[in-house]
């Protein structure tokens, strides 16, 4: 078939066809997109976040959609890109992993900015401060993180929650290993207070006040674990773009009153 | 400082390779438990489901149907956090040996009563034919060859309670599955840390299909099975 004079033709045509269509491609190796070029393009702005951490981000229970404190920062950086908002609810130990790999354009979850963290990813300017609290049931004798010595103590896996009592309880000796129960989600950290699992949920203090008031008397925040903690946005270290337009729309956001009125609806 | 393998940053895994010691010693142990209690039940409840009485038989047929029409991760959490309502609180690691090992006994109940009802029945007509009775017949003729038949589903059953005993990690039990989750959650290298645990766990169920091909071997009856 493709032998003698007839053959090379044949040949020649078929890698002159295919130069001629690779060429054509070569305006795609240009520069990366920007990120938020990558957003225009999608019409939609991707942000992860983990549940179940009110009144961060929670599932409404009549509708079914996430709402928040986090999910309206998320909705006024869309609002102002112009685009439309995509909420991812994943466990809080896969938000980072995401934002590297690209699968979200931004992790906003409650989530601290740390140094450790901030090898992986940029944060935005920080939009909220916090510290952590000791939430036990009612009728429980603890009231200091010395008491918790012994006890069983459940986390978010992930958060700073949990690297405090690692570094705190159980790197002291205080706590064993076996004895703190980490989950991908706060919400069964909850679980693990209110089925008697654990003794104690050692979580950022406004989440733990939140879940309080609605827990329905069942449990009280004991404790204020003073750690300073400033929230921000997790995006990608390339997308320096995406990072500067965050920090405009979150100054904007403050300079307006729009930030307070937020505040207000969310911690009345 | 990193290690590199590959060209893939591995010191995620050499630097906390301690951690890796007492979460292999969780899953095998998860694993060993589920295995027996599923293999016991198994064959209680395998040997129901060959019974000619309806009334042992259909409580049987139920037990198999629902534990295998529901997901091994729905009854963990039933285990769990739902004994905890109805006031029985049970910890982290009997739970989850609880409800993979009972998950097991259903398929290791139908592998077995497979096996039993794949003898012909010619041997058991012979058994009673030469006076034993039904017990007999099943614990001198019928069961020996049954469970030697059986051995290879029971090896491949005995591989997929290893796999499911990563579920633990959802209720925080620390086996090679959530030691891998908790790395990813300081490292954020998830491809590193769960191909490890991939690799943990291929060598686990090729150690364990190697036993049971050996245990094969040893106890085959020489010239059983082939054509007269």
Same mark, same amino acid.
């Given at each position: 078939?493709?032998?003698?004079?007839?053959?090379?033709?044949?040949?020649?045509?078929?890698?002159?066809?295919?130069?001629?269509?690779?060429?054509?491609?070569?305006?795609?190796?240009?520069?990366?997109?920007?990120?938020?070029?990558?957003?225009?393009?999608?019409?939609?702005?991707?942000?992860?976040?983990?549940?179940?951490?009110?009144?961060?981000?929670?599932?409404?229970?009549?509708?079914?959609?996430?709402?928040?404190?986090?999910?309206?920062?998320?909705?006024?950086?869309?609002?102002?890109?112009?685009?439309?908002?995509?909420?991812?609810?994943?466990?809080?130990?896969?938000?980072?992993?995401?934002?590297?790999?690209?699968?979200?354009?931004?992790?906003?979850?409650?989530?601290?900015?740390?140094?450790?963290?901030? =090898?992986?990813?940029?944060?935005?300017?920080?939009?909220?401060?916090?510290?952590?609290?000791?939430?036990?049931?009612?009728?429980?004798?603890?009231?200091?993180?010395?008491?918790?010595?012994? =006890?069983?103590?459940?986390?978010?896996?992930?958060?700073?929650?949990?690297?405090?009592?690692?570094?705190?309880?159980?790197?002291?000796?205080?706590?064993?290993?076996?004895?703190?129960?980490?989950?991908?989600?706060?919400?069964?950290?909850?679980?693990?207070?209110?089925?008697?699992?654990?003794?104690?949920?050692?979580?950022?203090?406004?989440?733990?006040?939140?879940?309080?008031?609605?827990?329905?008397?069942?449990? =009280?925040?004991?404790?204020?674990?003073?750690?300073?903690?400033?929230?921000?946005?997790?995006?990608?270290?390339?997308?320096?773009?995406?990072?500067?337009?965050?920090?405009?729309?979150?100054?904007?956001?403050?300079?307006?009153?729009?930030?307070?009125?937020?505040?207000? =609806?969310?911690?009345? | 400082?990193?290690?590199?393998?590959?060209?893939?940053?591995?010191?995620?895994?050499?630097?906390?390779? @301690?951690?890796?010691?007492?979460?292999?010693?969780?899953?095998?142990?998860?694993?060993?438990?589920?295995?027996?209690?599923?293999?016991?039940?198994?064959?209680?409840?395998?040997?129901?489901?060959?019974?000619?009485?309806?009334?042992?038989?259909?409580?049987?047929?139920?037990?198999?149907?629902?534990?295998?029409?529901?997901?091994?991760?729905?009854?963990?959490?039933?285990?769990?956090?739902?004994?905890?309502?109805?006031?029985?609180?049970?910890?982290?690691?009997?739970?989850?040996?609880?409800?993979?090992?009972?998950?097991?006994?259903?398929?290791?109940?139908?592998?077995?009563?497979?096996?039993?009802?794949?003898?012909?029945?010619?041997?058991?007509?012979?058994?009673?034919?030469?006076?034993?009775? @039904?017990?007999?017949?099943?614990?001198?003729?019928?069961?020996?060859?049954?469970?030697?038949?059986?051995?290879?589903?029971?090896?491949?059953?005995?591989?997929?309670?290893?796999?499911?005993?990563?579920?633990?990690?959802?209720?925080?039990?620390?086996?090679?599955?959530?030691?891998?989750?908790?790395?990813?959650?300081?490292?954020?290298?998830?491809?590193?840390?769960?191909?490890?645990?991939?690799?943990?766990?291929?060598?686990?169920?090729?150690?364990?299909?190697?036993?049971?091909?050996?245990?094969?071997?040893?106890?085959?009856?020489?010239?059983?099975?082939?054509?007269?």
């Amino acid at each position: 078939m493709l032998t003698g004079k007839a053959g090379a033709v044949k040949i020649l045509g078929v890698v002159l066809v295919v130069a001629l269509i690779s060429t054509s491609f070569i305006g795609c190796l240009g520069a990366e997109k920007s990120a938020i070029d990558k957003i225009n393009d999608r019409k939609k702005l991707i942000i992860g976040t983990s549940s179940g951490f009110p009144p961060f981000e929670m599932i409404n229970g009549t509708t079914n959609n996430m709402e928040g404190f986090d999910i309206d920062i998320a909705q006024a950086v869309a609002d102002s890109l112009g685009v439309s908002l995509e909420v991812r609810d994943l466990d809080f130990s896969f938000l980072i992993g995401s934002v590297k790999i690209g699968l979200i354009d931004m992790a906003v979850a409650g989530m601290t900015i740390t140094s450790d963290r901030e =090898k992986s990813v940029s944060f935005s300017n920080p939009y909220f401060k916090a510290d952590q609290a000791i939430i036990v049931l009612n009728g429980s004798t603890i009231q200091t993180p010395a008491d918790l010595q012994g =006890k069983k103590i459940a986390v978010n896996l992930g958060t700073t929650g949990d690297i405090w009592v690692t570094s705190n309880l159980v790197d002291t000796g205080l706590v064993a290993a076996a004895d703190v129960h980490r989950f991908g989600f706060a919400s069964a950290a909850f679980l693990e207070l209110t089925t008697h699992h654990v003794d104690a949920v050692v979580i950022d203090k406004p989440v733990a006040d939140a879940y309080v008031a609605s827990a329905g008397g069942v449990a =009280k925040v004991v404790y204020t674990i003073v750690t300073n903690e400033y929230y921000g946005i997790a995006m990608r270290q390339s997308a320096t773009d995406l990072v500067s337009y965050v920090n405009v729309v979150l100054q904007d956001l403050k300079d307006s009153g729009q930030y307070d009125i937020i505040v207000q =609806k969310w911690f009345p | 400082m990193a290690d590199y393998l590959f060209g893939m940053d591995i010191s995620p895994i050499t630097q906390n390779i @301690h951690l890796f010691y007492s979460a292999i010693l969780l899953t095998v142990l998860i694993s060993l438990v589920a295995i027996v209690l599923g293999f016991a039940l198994g064959m209680l409840v395998g040997l129901a489901r060959s019974s000619r009485s309806r009334l042992i038989r259909y409580p049987a047929t139920a037990y198999v149907d629902v534990i295998r029409g529901t997901p091994l991760l729905v009854q963990l959490f039933l285990w769990y956090f739902g004994l905890s309502v109805i006031g029985i609180n049970i910890d982290p690691l009997p739970a989850a040996m609880l409800a993979v090992g009972f998950h097991s006994s259903a398929y290791q109940a139908e592998i077995v009563r497979g096996g039993i009802q794949s003898i012909p029945k010619g041997q058991t007509e012979a058994a009673r034919a030469v006076g034993m009775t @039904h017990l007999q017949s099943m614990r001198f003729v019928i069961l020996p060859q049954a469970l030697r038949l059986i051995l290879p589903p029971l090896s491949n059953e005995f591989v997929i309670v290893i796999k499911d005993s990563s579920l633990a990690y959802a209720i925080s039990v620390a086996e090679i599955t959530l030691v891998s989750y908790q790395l990813n959650a300081r490292y954020y290298e998830p491809f590193t840390v769960f191909l490890f645990a991939a690799l943990l766990y291929l060598i686990l169920t090729y150690v364990t299909s190697t036993l049971m091909r050996t245990l094969e071997r040893r106890v085959r009856i020489p010239g059983y099975g082939e054509q007269e």
